[in-house]
């Protein structure tokens, strides 16, 4: 039943009309948004290496074994992290939040980089390093790019299933009010960052080896970027500009080695 002239102008609005009323998520809201959200992010990154494959084909190297290589390169920098953290969780918890370790993460990563570079080198003397660097980094990026693509998926799946955690996910949102949208598009520049990084400084590492020392200087940066914003709340991560600092140590990084390749 619609309200009629007269009741309107007496101030008995309809009370089925709910324009101008502004009602808060519910829990069944947020979650019903992050699925949504986690399960295009989910969509979205394996789609990003299918581009970035794509994209670095006219830099194709004499042979395919060299993003095998990077492959490998990924798979021992996740290694590292993976044994760090079982080392950190099963010792001094207290260590996750320490810049010394990440400062050491972050250096063992950078000697792996080097060390698959000079491989690449031996192996393959007569590509041009820039094709080598490119396809390395590469290699690297879809081993971080299929570790994102995992996590998302397993997030989404705890999220969609009742249980303690995921109460206390969703209460964690509505109660800094953080909407699930700014988390995904979050997550998602995180992973772009370190795509970028990467790709970036694989290639820097291999025009100079020299540059190992400031590529290890960005990823302790980056590190460190995600040491300030695991101390604050999720309302206050998303207002930090520290939370963009990982997309734009890789995208810096990226375009310095845009610009070592152009000056070849």
Known sequence: ????????????????DHTGHDHPPTGADVVRDLVRGLSVLALVLPALGLVLLL?????????????????????AQLLVLVVTSLFVARTKPRLAVNPGLMAVRSAAEEALRVAAVLL????WPDDARSELGVWLGAGAALVWLALATAQTVSTRLRISRPSEWSKQAVATLLSERVTPRSTVLMRLLDVLGTVLFQLGATVLVILAPV????????????????????????????????????FIIGLLTLGLAVLGLTAL
Request: charged content about 10%.
């Open 1 to 16: 039943m619609t309200a009629t002239p007269q009741a309107a102008d007496h101030g008995c609005a309809d009370p089925h």
């Open 55 to 75: 994209a670095i084909l006219p830099l194709a190297p004499s042979s395919i074994l060299v993003l095998a290589l990077g492959l490998a390169l990924g798979a």
């Open 120 to 123: 690449a080198l031996l192996l």
């Open 211 to 246: 540059m190992v020392v400031g590529t290890a200087v960005l990823s302790i940066g980056s590190g460190l970027a995600t040491l300030v914003l695991q101390r604050r709340t999720p309302a206050d991560r998303l207002r930090s500009p520290w939370a963009y600092a990982p």
